[in-house]
């Protein structure tokens, strides 16, 4: 005969098992209801579902959001970002839509889409592929989203969203013909004349650098002729034209030193307009506030502190998607979900394989997440904080070239 004590203490047992078999599939979150069903939408369709899941998130007091991707070439984190903006725009309130992109290469597009005498739709898609071309951003979605932008833009007009790049790279390599057509020949057809003679003669750097050094010897003759706001916009335009030619020479020294400078003046760009509010459209690595990556994110942190949100991007299961060789060729690659991630272990452990998450819900407080440069390598990273929100994809595809 079972001793009645013996059976109450091995049904306790067995209960404490069962307990302890079931919440380690939780061990990263608090609490189930915690974890947001993530499904995507038309960029048309209501902001209604992300407003539930971010309005206590992302209140009136945050200046920023960076909006990040894991990969640049992946199709469903565009669709989620592009998805996010509307979001952001419609009930948030913002307005500056700022890019890992030269500023110089975006201007054209940027202007007709405020333009609000110039209504032909299908010209958005046309300067698009101009501007872009064959980059992570000459994609259907992210065109979609340019698109959705010039009608909002033609229907609110005075409280435009407007569009601005804040990357240097490529900065100076575009620079040349654009100051000598818009300033120098107006200012000084002479001068203008002559360094065009010159330009097959240097290096591109050096017609830079004597362009920039032309800009700060006539900047007050130029600010007097301006039209109202051009100055200002020239003037970024060639800081980044000259921050540039520092990041190139800091690159033949030292990559590290390079890669922080880099964004350094990123963060710099984002906050030169006083009281905007900026959505900031860039990769993982630039948006991140991880304590082991020198970032936009964390120079942004020390700049706007908690006014500054960020969320990341990454994938539970596999990824397909575009990279880009050291000789500039596009190329597909498959990667797996690295099993340290809090997104793996969300899918091995949980069966949760797409869901958005904020940090305060993960007891981890170093959770992992993948990266996949552009060239295509692949690590993860993720000490301390490095996010505010984590939308986990379970696959991603390669984007589809507009």
Request: glycine share 4%; charged share 25%.
């Amino acid at each position: 005969m079972k001793h009645p004590i013996k059976s109450v203490i091995k049904q306790v047992i067995r209960l404490i098992c069962l307990v302890i078999i079931a919440f380690p599939t939780l061990a990263q979150l608090r609490t189930k209801s915690q974890i947001h069903s993530r499904k995507f939408t038309f960029l048309k369709s209501t902001s209604a579902r992300w407003a539930s899941i971010f309005d206590e998130q992302i209140t009136g007091s945050i200046r920023f959001v960076g909006l990040g991707e894991f990969p640049h070439g992946g199709n469903e984190t565009i669709q989620f970002k592009t998805k996010m903006i509307q979001y952001l725009v419609e009930q948030k309130g913002y307005r500056e839509l700022l890019l890992e992109y030269p500023n110089i290469l975006i201007s054209p597009l940027a202007e007709y889409l405020v333009n609000s005498k110039s209504i032909n739709i299908d010209s958005v898609v046309y300067l698009a592929k101009s501007t872009f071309g064959r980059t992570f951003l000459g994609n259907a979605s992210f065109y979609d989203l340019l698109i959705w932008i010039k009608e909002y833009n033609l229907s609110h007009l005075g409280d435009e969203i407007n569009l601005r790049g804040i990357d240097i790279e490529g900065a100076s390599e575009a620079f040349p013909e654009y100051f000598v057509t818009s300033i120098m020949s107006l200012m000084d057809a002479s001068d203008a004349s002559k360094l065009r003679s010159e330009w097959k003669s240097i290096p591109k750097d050096s017609v830079v650098a004597v362009q920039t050094q032309w800009f700060r010897k006539n900047q007050e003759l130029i600010k007097m002729r301006a039209e109202k706001g051009f100055f200002d916009k020239l003037n970024y335009d060639v800081k980044c034209a000259e921050y540039k030619l520092t990041h190139e020479a800091f690159q033949r020294t030292n990559v590290y030193r390079a890669s922080a400078f880099r964004d350094s003046v990123m963060a710099a760009n984002v906050v030169v307009k006083d009281n905007a509010k900026a959505i900031i459209w860039a990769h993982n690595l630039h948006v991140t506030t991880s304590d082991n990556v020198v970032s936009m994110g964390n120079y942004l942190k020390k700049i706007a502190g908690k006014q500054y949100y960020t969320i990341l991007t990454d994938f539970s299961n596999q990824s397909t998607v575009w990279s880009i060789s050291n000789t500039g060729d596009l190329f597909k690659k498959t990667y797996a979900s690295n099993i340290k991630t809090v997104a793996n272990r969300m899918l091995k452990k949980d069966n949760v394989d797409q869901e958005i998450i904020f940090f305060e819900d993960i007891k981890n407080k170093h959770p992992k997440v993948n990266c996949i440069e552009r060239t295509g390598n692949q690590y993860i990273f993720g000490k301390g904080r490095p996010f505010d929100c984590l939308v986990v994809l379970r696959d991603v595809t390669p984007f589809i070239f507009q």
